[in-house]
């Protein structure tokens, strides 16, 4: 007998320490028994399974093989599932497409994405997996995140119960083509299962939903006679009346609008003063967009309101805004370019591949658009500060014509300015002005003036690192030109937070 085992079940003879007798074999043999069964009771489950390392190159073309051949089931949670701006043909949206062709044939699809933004290493922008969300959405494939206060970092494939593909590749095209990843494909319906079983406690909700919309003709912003002449016309009461009319039509059953001066004075002055001169002011506006822009019709009447019948548009395609845009006040929040540049992102969004993310260059927008590449920076520069807009520059390319790819941008749901008031007096009262207007001013250097999870989140490392190190970062920030792709929230508290060496 080993000394092991002598040590661990054999009590030595009665002496001066009080031992008592030694075992007998029998006992022995009881006593490793239930030894062993208590560690296994204590280590992880072991499965018989046909175990497979796949190639890091032959990861994509594995688990496409199993999702077509899927008979039954398919569940997904993925940390980041990745659709590029030139989305056709890319190997993640081949995966969507072919999560989608399952659903069809009758397979049960289930995907759970992340939704987080401030990770370990802080690189990671919201809105990541959003164009995956909403492209399996729509499809019908369900679909969600999971819970924000959860960091779900898998990465596995579970198809039919019975075969489980997990290891370190994301869904991205950086993981499918670049990265040197591990993978393993797992051929067992105990370790699928126990894998399910596990992600399954995963907590789960699904995006905020934008609430009621109204429908914009979309040709009335790619007609350069009409939004384009606008802007070139520096129309802003042309615009702000016109979208005031829309919003008023499609949330009345009526065909006409009853004007309601007064209303209107509070979207477009400030402070409002629906007074004589003002509906002077505004039948002027009317006739303008009767007459130049060929948008609608109108009655005065002494006696009761004036009456508006907008003219149809000959395309049937409509751009979809969220009443909140007028509910929460932001059509008198922006400013003319501001709105302008929000109406584009809309559209570009809506009819996105990857929507809700979109993605093009200035140069086309502005041709588009019949807008100058200038008017979308600083409308761009201004949805980026109100949190209504995220921007995801493009990678430089020196060796290109044009040496940096179109930005990549995502629309965030539009929220209540009263609640980022409320939440900042909280963050006042519980910090102190001060500390406030010190992470404010860290946030408007990376034009995210107001997320207030971002200021929140800076506060928190000034306590942690110390004004200095908070100091030191921005210094390194405001080095960077404004249209760095570095100049962004995670890149600074990435700074933040790195080795006091460098420090």
């Not at 030694?22 to 992880?44: E, G, K, M, N, W």
């Not at 609608?296 to 845009?325: G, N, Q």
Request: aromatic share 10%; with cysteine.
């Amino acid at each position: 007998m080993s000394f092991f085992w002598q040590s661990v079940f054999l009590r030595p003879r009665s002496g001066s320490f009080g031992w008592g007798p030694v075992l007998t074999s029998a006992d022995l043999r009881l006593r490793r028994a239930r030894f062993l069964a208590a560690i296994l009771a204590l280590a992880p489950p072991v499965f018989a399974a046909d175990v497979t390392v796949i190639p890091p190159r032959e990861y994509f073309s594995t688990v496409l093989k199993e999702i077509n051949a899927a008979q039954s089931s398919i569940t997904v949670y993925m940390y980041v599932f990745t659709l590029p701006a030139n989305a056709s043909g890319s190997k993640a949206l081949q995966l969507a497409d072919a999560l989608v062709r399952a659903k069809d044939r009758g397979v049960k699809v289930d995907v759970v994405l992340d939704q987080n933004m401030y990770v370990e290493d802080e690189t990671t922008l919201k809105g990541k997996n959003l164009a995956a969300y909403s492209y399996l959405a729509q499809a019908g494939v369900p679909v969600c995140f999971e819970d924000p206060s959860t960091l779900t970092h898998a990465k596995a494939v579970v198809i039919d119960q019975e075969t489980l593909i997990t290891g370190s590749s994301n869904w991205s095209q950086t993981a499918f083509d670049r990265n040197h990843e591990s993978n393993v494909l797992i051929r067992s319906s105990t370790a699928a299962r126990e894998m399910l079983k596990l992600l399954g406690a995963v907590k789960r909700e699904t995006p905020p939903d934008p609430g009621p919309v109204v429908s914009l003709p979309a040709g009335f912003l790619t007609d350069g006679n009409l939004f384009g002449r606008m802007v070139t016309d520096r129309d802003r009461l042309g615009l702000a009346l016109y979208l005031f009319l829309t919003w008023k039509s499609g949330i009345q059953e009526s065909g006409a609008v009853a004007l309601d001066y007064a209303e209107l004075a509070q979207h477009i002055e400030n402070p409002p003063d629906p007074n004589r001169q003002f509906r002077n002011n505004m039948r002027t506006v009317l006739e303008r967009l009767r007459d130049r822009y060929n948008l609608l019709d109108f009655k005065t009447h002494y006696d009761k309101p004036t009456e508006v019948y907008l003219r149809p548009m000959p395309s049937t395609e409509t751009v979809k805004i969220p009443t909140a845009y007028w509910e929460y006040g932001w059509d008198a929040r922006l400013s003319f370019r501001g709105q302008a540049v929000y109406l584009m992102s809309l559209r570009e969004s809506q009819t996105s591949r990857i929507s809700p993310r979109w993605s093009h260059g200035r140069l086309w927008l502005a041709e588009q658009y019949g807008v100058s590449p200038d008017f979308i920076s600083s409308g761009v520069t201004e949805l980026r500060r109100a949190n209504l807009l995220e921007v995801e520059y493009g990678k430089i390319e020196w060796h290109m014509e044009n040496p940096r790819e179109p930005s990549l941008y995502t629309p965030n749901v539009l929220y209540d300015p009263a609640d980022l008031k409320k939440g900042l007096e909280e963050l006042q009262e519980k910090h102190g002005p001060e500390k406030l207007a010190r992470a404010q001013k860290a946030a408007s250097l990376v034009y995210e003036d107001s997320d207030l999870a971002g200021i929140a989140r800076l506060i928190e490392l000034e306590d942690r690192y110390g004004q200095a190190k908070i100091r030191w970062a921005l210094d390194k920030m405001e080095a960077k030109s404004p249209s760095n792709p570095k100049r962004t929230l995670p890149y600074l508290i990435g700074t933040i937070r790195s080795p006091e060496e460098e420090f």
